[in-house]
């Protein structure tokens, strides 16, 4: 079982950037890949990002891709979003999500343990 905590979310123009921090509890947090999915009001919740468990290999939705990289450090359990050139249409809860030696898709059926949520809001 694993725990996730979301941090870094906040208010922030249009062309800034944010990082997003989600740290995990548990002493298998190197077996989980790691995901980043978002949910904009009135919007079904969506796919951001993804780092695979074994070999640290990447996915982006296309919306982020070029904009937001995805990192983890598997030494202090904790995954990162980082998300520059951010725009309006970014705004949105973004949750930290994990998925017990997944293989990184943007289905949100593979993951299986979601944190509380950080709110990202994007001025224009």
């Known amino acids: 079982q694993v725990q996730l905590v979301e941090s870094g979310g906040g208010l922030v123009q249009a062309g800034g950037s944010l990082r997003l921090s989600c740290a995990a509890s548990?002493?298998?947090?190197?077996?989980?890949?790691m995901g980043w999915f978002r949910q904009a009001p009135g919007k079904e919740r969506e796919f951001v990002a993804a780092?695979?468990?074994?070999?640290?290999?990447?996915y982006y939705a296309d919306s982020v891709k070029g904009r937001f990289t995805i990192s983890r450090d598997n030494a202090k359990n904790t995954v990162y979003l980082q998300m520059n050139s951010l725009k309006p249409e970014d705004t949105a809860v973004y949750y930290c999500t994990a998925s017990f030696m997944g293989a990184g898709s943007s289905s949100i059926g593979e993951y299986d343990h979601w944190g509380q949520g950080t709110q990202v809001t994007v001025s224009s």
């Open positions: 548990g002493r298998t947090f190197s077996s989980y890949t």
């Open positions: 780092i695979w468990w074994r070999g640290g290999s990447t």
